[in-house]
């Protein structure tokens, strides 16, 4: 398994902590919003900084997806 794919499931485990919600749920969310290989491609950024910045800027993604739809 790559770096990028084993740091985003991490990723998308502490995320899904952080929101009280199944990681299955938050990958479900993060499909229909269109933003999952975003932020695998994000993996540059992400993986260098607080995981709360990481949270934070995708808590962001997701509002912006949304009031989009």
Known sequence: MSKEAEFFIYLLERYADYKKEKASE????????????????????????????????IDKLVEEKSSQV
């Open 26 to 57: 938050i990958l479900k969310m993060w499909d229909q919003s269109g933003i999952t290989k975003l932020i695998y491609d994000l993996y540059d950024i992400y993986h260098v900084e607080r995981l709360e910045n990481a949270f934070e800027d």
